[in-house]
Structure formats: structure tokens, C-alpha cells
């Protein structure tokens, strides 16, 4: 029986990542006795010093409300608000997406004391959670299966460098330089990460990101970059036919519960982590939760995916253009986006008639009818030559590499798709 590790009646969970931790807190303060097992040797091992994006507009709720609603300290992490971003269109033109409001909130992934990572480990601990990292256990053993990614789907690629560039961050929609996706800069107190996500698998991946490093340099001249690792890793896009299964509750990223378009999960992995804890502890049903809370908006994402998989820069521009204009009309560009994320009638039918086409079944799943997007194979505009510039940036990254700098994907399962 799930769970069952030993006969004892303590919960344990497969994985001390967001979604894990998340569901360890809550039931630990319900009187719990929770274990959780990670392979790794920390809580954010797996990103060790990525910014990520915590996104403020797929839905009506504010996410740090959410989090303080169900008894997260936001205190015990660091988190940077942007109320502007540069949304950097495919022909280059550079444009500004703003709002009153809070469009991300980035936060920081590893075992530095102020990741989100080490915050919610925390909390979980506090609350009365026995963590143990390098710890390998069984996935019929646990109740709650919180260990992110297992097949690949899409990946992303940066490097993290020392800048005394102002707090920045900058969006861009280019097919060349993120083929199928975008690419990113993010730059928080003197630290910095541009980063490329490829939603189609390459050959030497490594281009795409000194090319859009390139990119970034050529166009915002006082970033000074002082390179001092690169980051990155897989994402895993499933849709499931049960969330619960034989007793086991799969969560974040383990559940696919994830924004397929754009690979936002980090709301989704603390969130389904909640509603299983929930659920263990009688306050919800998690199988129903999952589809009343997340999946509209994940099916919602699988549609735009497929959308985006058939469009190129002349859509880019398209929709850099329809975005500036609706923020013009309305003052506020987080409603242009955000409606892009929030379900519709077309959207669901366009998800019916897609997904047979667009997942494929995993046989390992353990009966929980997995369907996962598969990583999509490159196009022949996906085969180009660096430019001197971006080669010149391969050879600097090598150099430091030499020096002993490290590359935080080298230990990620998946390893064929990696930059050398
Ligand atoms: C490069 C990159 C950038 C991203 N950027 C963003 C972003 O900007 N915004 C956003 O919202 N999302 C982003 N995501 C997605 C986000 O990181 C994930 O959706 C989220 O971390 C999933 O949380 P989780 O708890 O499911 O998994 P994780 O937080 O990854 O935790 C899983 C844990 O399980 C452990 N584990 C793995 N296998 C086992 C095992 N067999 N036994 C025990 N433990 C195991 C791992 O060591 C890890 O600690 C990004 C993802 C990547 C790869």
C-alpha cells in the first residue's frame, strides 16, 4: 500500500522540491508525522542559483495572497517584484510591457539561505517535517510523488554573471535564438542570468545560448558581464488520466502540472502539493481539486502550445504588437496576457481535438494514463552558423569552465540535450 514504508503510519514523500516541501508543511502542521526523501543532497540542487519567474497574471488571485492564505511565510525568502519588463519582439524593436500592479515576482532557485527553495525547506522543517537528502526510496513506498521531472518535453539553458547593471529583466520572442520559445534576462543585485529555452531538441545546444547571449550584449551594452556559471535543466509536460492513484498523490511537476505554452510550474507545484496534503488530511478531494483549480488552465496551455508550435517570428510580431496596443487602450499590460492564459470555450474545444495528436502515452506510468508532449524535433531554419561574436562567448564560457565553474544540468538525468 502506498505509503506503507516499513508498516508505519508516517507519510512519506518522493522528492524535497517546492511541491514536496509545500505538502510536508501543511501536513506536518496538521500533526503529521512526515518524511521526505530527495535524492539529491539539498532543496534546490536541482536549479542551484537560477532566477525563475513567478508569473502574476494567469490568474485573478494573487499568488503571494494565496501562499499567505495557506500559512507560508513570505518573509523566508527573497523575491523581487517587477512592475516593468522590456518585451523585446523578434525584429528586435525593444518595447516596454508595464503595469500598476506586480507582473513577476523573481525568485531565486538553490540552497543559498534566500532561495524559494530553502525558504519552503524551512517552513517544512519548523513545522515538524523530517527531511533526508541522498535518500532513495521506492515510488510505491510514498504517498506523495513530488520528484519533477522524469521525460523531457522542452529545456532551458543560461548563464549566470556578475554585472553592475541595474534590476532588470527583458522578454523576447524569437524563433531563432529560442526556437518554439523565448529567452530571457533577468538581472537582480549585481547578478545576472540570460537564459534561452528550446522547445524544439538541437544539435549543440550550446549555440542558442552564446548566440543569445550575443544577442543580449550587442543590444544592452552596459551589462559588463563577468560569467560565473551556467544553469538550466528538462521540462516534463504530462497531461494525466488520474492525479491519484493506488493511494499515491503525484504533484508539481511529477503531475505534469505544469503551463505547457511557457513552463511556469512553480505556482502549480506548491499549489498541488496543498490540495494532496488536503486531502490526506480530510480538507479536499485531490483528484477533483486538480481539475476544478489547475487543469483549465493547464488544458488552456496545451492549446496555446500547440498554437505556438505552428507559428514563427511573423506570429511573434503579431503578438508583441496586439500586446503594446491593448496595453496603450487599456494602461495595463498584464490583461492582454493574462487573457492568454485564462481558459475559453475555443481553447477547450481546440484541446479536445488536438491532444490525440500532440501527446504520446507513457507506458511507465503506473496506470495513471500518462500522456506526455513530446520534445519536437528541430526545423531546417533551426541549422545555422554562430556568429564570431557568439563563438567568442563559447570560448570565454570554456575558459571559465577550465577554471572550475560549474554547470548545474551536468548531474540532470537528461543529459543528451545538453550544452558541452
Ligand atoms: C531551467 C528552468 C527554468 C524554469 N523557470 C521557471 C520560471 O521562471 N517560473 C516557473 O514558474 N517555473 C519555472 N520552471 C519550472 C519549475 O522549476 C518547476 O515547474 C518546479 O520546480 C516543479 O516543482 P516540483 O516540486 O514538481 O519539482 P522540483 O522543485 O524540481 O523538485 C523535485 C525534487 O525531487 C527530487 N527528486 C528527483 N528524483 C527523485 C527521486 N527518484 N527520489 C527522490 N527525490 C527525487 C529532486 O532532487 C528535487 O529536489 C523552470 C524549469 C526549468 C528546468
Known amino acids: 500500500m502506498a505509503g506503507d514504508m516499513g508498516a508505519d503510519s508516517a507519510i512519506h514523500i518522493m522528492g524535497a522540491g517546492l511541491s514536496g516541501l509545500a505538502a510536508a508543511t501543511v501536513l506536518a502542521k496538521a500533526g503529521k508525522e512526515v518524511h521526505v526523501h530527495d535524492i539529491r543532497e539539498d532543496s534546490g540542487a536541482r536549479f542551484d542559483g537560477d532566477f525563475q519567474a513567478l508569473e502574476n497574471w494567469s490568474m485573478g488571485v494573487d499568488f503571494f495572497d494565496q501562499l499567505k492564505e495557506w500559512g507560508f511565510d513570505l518573509s523566508e525568502f527573497k523575491a523581487t517584484e517587477f512592475d516593468v519588463v522590456d518585451l523585446i519582439h523578434p525584429d528586435d524593436v525593444i518595447t516596454q510591457a508595464t503595469t500598476p500592479s506586480v507582473a513577476y515576482r523573481i525568485v531565486e532557485r538553490g540552497t543559498s539561505d534566500h532561495t524559494i527553495d530553502q525558504g519552503f525547506k524551512r517552513q517544512a522543517l519548523a513545522a515538524g517535517a523530517q527531511i533526508h537528502y541522498k535518500s532513495r526510496v521506492k515510488e510505491e513506498d510514498c ?66 545560448l552564446n548566440e543569445t547571449i550575443a544577442w543580449y550584449e550587442a543590444h544592452y551594452p552596459n551589462l559588463n558581464r563577468i560569467p560565473i556559471k551556467r544553469v538550466g535543466g528538462k521540462g516534463d509536460f504530462t497531461i494525466n488520466s488520474n492525479y491519484k492513484q493506488d493511494g499515491r498523490y503525484y504533484v508539481g511537476e511529477s503531475g505534469g502540472l505544469q503551463d505547457f505554452m511557457w513552463g511556469f510550474g512553480m505556482r502549480m507545484a506548491v499549489w498541488s502539493g496543498v490540495l ?35 507559428v514563427g517570428d511573423g506570429m511573434f510580431k503579431r503578438m508583441c504588437n496586439a500586446w503594446m496596443k491593448d496595453q496603450k487602450k487599456r494602461g ?56 564570431p561574436e557568439a563563438v567568442a562567448i563559447g570560448e570565454q564560457w570554456n575558459e571559465v569552465r577550465r577554471k572550475g565553474a560549474k554547470v548545474s544540468f551536468a548531474k540532470d538525468a537528461e543529459t543528451d540535450n545538453k550544452p558541452q
Open 143 to 208: 504517498t506523495i510523488i513530488a520528484c519533477g521531472p522524469k521525460g523531457t518535453s522542452a529545456v532551458a539553458y543560461g548563464e549566470i554573471f556578475k554585472t553592475d547593471h541595474p534590476n532588470h529583466i527583458g522578454f523576447q520572442l524569437n524563433d531563432k535564438l529560442a526556437p518554439g520559445s523565448y529567452s530571457y534576462l533577468i538581472i537582480i543585485d549585481g547578478v545576472g542570468l540570460i537564459c534561452t529555452c528550446l522547445w524544439r531538441k538541437q544539435k549543440k545546444s550550446d549555440r542558442f
Open 276 to 310: 494532496a496534503a488536503n486531502d490526506i488530511i480530510g480538507k479536499g478531494d485531490y483528484e477533483a481539486d486538480v481539475r476544478k483549480h489547475l487543469m483549465p488552465y493547464v488544458r488552456t496551455s496545451v492549446s496555446n502550445r500547440w498554437l505556438m508550435n505552428r
Open 332 to 387: 495595463d499590460g498584464l490583461l492582454w496576457i493574462g487573457k492568454l492564459f485564462r481558459p475559453t470555450f475555443f481553447k477547450s474545444i481546440l484541446y479536445r481535438l488536438v491532444t490525440p495528436f500532440m501527446l504520446v502515452k507513457d507506458p511507465k506510468s503506473m496506470g495513471r494514463g500518462v500522456r506526455r508532449m513530446p520534445f519536437r524535433k528541430a526545423l531546417k531554419r533551426d541549422v545555422w552558423e554562430q556568429s
